[in-house]
C-alpha cells in the first residue's frame, strides 16, 4: 500500500534548524511536495521535488532558507529548514502525486500524516 510517513517535527527557536524527512513505500510517485497549514488558515505550498532529476519550486516564502531534496535509493524526500521564523510555525505534510502536481494541493493524490513544527520567538 501506498504510505508517506514524516517525521522531524519539532519546538525551535526562531533562527534554528530542523530537518524533516518524508519516507515513501508502496510505490514511486513523479512529484513529491511539502505544504504547511497553521491553524485557521488553508494550505499552503512551500516546496516540491521532481522525484526522476531532482528539478525543484519553491515558494517566495521560503526561498532561500528551505531546501529539498531526495536520496533516490532510500525512497526518502526532505525538507532542510533553515533560518526558522515563528510565521514558519505550522503542521508539515508530504505529499505525492503525478507529474501534472506542482503547487496546487489538489493535484496530489497521497498525503501523510503531518509533523508539527513549532518556532518560539
Known amino acids: 500500500q501506498v504510505q508517506l510517513v514524516e517525521s522531524g517535527g519539532g519546538l525551535v527557536q526562531a533562527g534554528g534548524s530542523l530537518r524533516l524527512s518524508c519516507a515513501a513505500s508502496?510505490?514511486?510517485?513523479?512529484?513529491y511536495g511539502w505544504f504547511r497549514q497553521a491553524p485557521g488558515k488553508e494550505r499552503e505550498f512551500i516546496a516540491r521535488?521532481?522525484?526522476?532529476?531532482?528539478?525543484?519550486v519553491y515558494a517566495d516564502s521560503v526561498k532561500g532558507r528551505f531546501t529539498v531534496s531526495r536520496t533516490y535509493t532510500k525512497n526518502t524526500v526532505y525538507l532542510q529548514m533553515n533560518s526558522l521564523k515563528p510565521e514558519d510555525t505550522a503542521v508539515y505534510s508530504c505529499?505525492?502525486?503525478?507529474?501534472?502536481?506542482?503547487?496546487?494541493?489538489?493535484?496530489?493524490?497521497?498525503w501523510g500524516q503531518g509533523t508539527q513544527v513549532t518556532v518560539s520567538s
Open positions: 505529499a505525492a502525486g503525478g507529474t501534472r502536481a506542482t503547487i496546487d494541493p489538489i493535484g496530489y493524490d497521497y
Open positions: 508502496g510505490r514511486t510517485f513523479s512529484s
Open positions: 521535488i521532481s522525484w526522476l532529476s531532482g528539478s525543484t
